[in-house]
């Protein structure tokens, strides 16, 4: 064999290895299409898409704000509702009403990306940050992990750790 030939053969083995790289790890067809579509740069559009998002997060958290905490609690995710009972995330706020109770917030921002939203918030001079997801038909809040563990334990474990951090408002 020449050293034409064995040159030959090595070109050829990588080139079909790199189409066979190709064809393993290219995304589906429509995943190509999608990413190939830009997001549309026209802000008008854009306050469309977000919309939904928006007016429901400012929905949920006016629940919040106005002490409709059971209400509130309905506006979770399936996982998130799992976690934490309704009784006794109502009866949390029962035994210690917010500081921040019927102080409002006002939505700066919402990022979706697909079925996830982050929504910007102020409430006086803070900012927060909540998350939305997508779920039957309707745009439903999760909470953060640290929230769903501490909402999780004992109720008068939590009452008695937020009277202690002075965060419970004089009944």
Known sequence: MTLLAVIAICAAVTVVSIVALVLVFAPPPTERRAAAQPAPDD?????????????AAQAALDLYTSGNYGEFWGLWS?????????????RRFELCK?????????IRGVNQQG????????RMSSTFSFEFHYEDGAWRY??????????????????????????????
């Open 43 to 55: 802000p008008g559009l854009q306050e469309q898409i977000q919309r939904p998002v928006q007016a």
């Open 115 to 122: 079925d996830v939203a982050k929504v910007e918030a102020n």
């Open 78 to 90: 399936a996982d998130s509702q799992e976690s934490v009972r309704r009784e006794n995330y109502v």
């Open 142 to 171: 999760v909470p953060p992990a640290d929230a769903i563990a501490s909402y999780a334990k004992p109720v008068e474990e939590q009452v008695a750790r937020e009277q202690a951090a002075g965060a419970c408002a004089q009944r």
């Open 98 to 106: 917010p500081l921040t109770e019927g102080l409002p917030f006002v």
